[in-house]
């Protein structure tokens, strides 16, 4: 199985690889690719080496810094943030932690990634995934807290070929050997991104459920984890993410941490 495992994630790798040589091949001859943060041009990535090295890979401030709850940055020392303070929407989620906020150039970022396709992005975003989890819980067995992917909405793989949580989860578990357990299915392919957010928890709430295939396979094999890891790309109005966790809390997974991206703050 070991033997297996390695030429799957070799092939997986050599598939990535050759993804981004292309996007750089043709980024390249109509030489348009430029950070989004400082400008300069590059190859195929819409940043640059030393943009991503200061403000993505450098940039996990934890602690008191943070809202314990849905993880958004804090200007004063309280622990929680006002909308946190005022009504708790997250009750199923533990606890929240948002890698960067969704302003400036942040935006297209995440814009090129997600709407344009950019999958260049996609080991950049799996490395700065991996390096925030190991600064959250340092030394803890990569086996002990697996990571469960917010899955697509109905018809996206189909029509588009890929979904970019999927891909990054899939990066995380070839590259860094953390298991993935893909235990949601989402039941609605109605798009939240035009809904206020008394719609977006309305839609969320009935959204999602448990992939009653894989849960049967992971409950056979006796390792239905006490705690999970839900990963998504940006956080708005939390809507999502705490369905999710619901539906996992309903399995009988205890507790629930949420890595996201993004946070819209």
């Keep these: 199985m070991k033997v297996i495992e390695k030429i799957k994630s070799a092939l997986f790798n050599l598939r990535l690889f050759a993804l981004s040589f292309l996007h750089a091949a043709f980024s390249a001859s109509l030489a348009r690719e430029s950070c989004v943060c400082c400008g300069k041009r590059t190859l195929s990535m819409p940043v640059c080496p030393e943009c991503a090295e200061k403000y ?19 200007l004063v020392g309280n622990d929680l ?3 946190c303070r ?32 950019n999958r260049s992005i996609s080991p950049l975003f799996a490395e700065c995934v991996e390096k925030a989890i190991e600064s959250l819980w340092p030394g803890r067995d990569r086996n002990a807290i697996p990571l469960v992917p917010v899955p697509p909405r109905l018809g996206k793989l189909r029509n588009k070929g890929w979904d970019q949580i999927e891909e990054l989860c899939s990066i995380i578990h070839h590259r860094y050997k953390r298991p993935i357990l893909r235990l949601l299915k989402r039941v609605s392919s109605q798009q939240q991104k035009k809904l206020d957010r008394k719609g977006r928890l309305l839609l969320g709430s009935s959204s999602y459920k448990e992939n009653a295939k894989n849960l049967k396979k992971v409950a056979k094999s006796g390792s239905l984890p006490v705690e999970a890891l839900l990963l998504d790309d940006v956080m708005t109005t939390g809507a999502t993410v705490e369905a999710c966790a619901g539906v996992l809390k309903g399995m009988g997974i205890r507790k629930v941490q949420v890595i996201t991206l993004f946070i819209v703050d």
């Design 56 to 74: 993505l890979l450098g940039f996990f401030p934890l602690g008191n810094g943070r809202c314990r709850l849905c993880g958004k940055i804090l």
């Design 86 to 117: 005022e009504k708790r929407l997250l009750c199923h989620a533990d606890s929240v932690f948002p890698l960067w906020p969704y302003r400036l150039w942040m935006k297209g970022l995440l814009f090129e990634w997600k709407m344009g396709e």
């Design 81 to 83: 943030c006002s909308s």
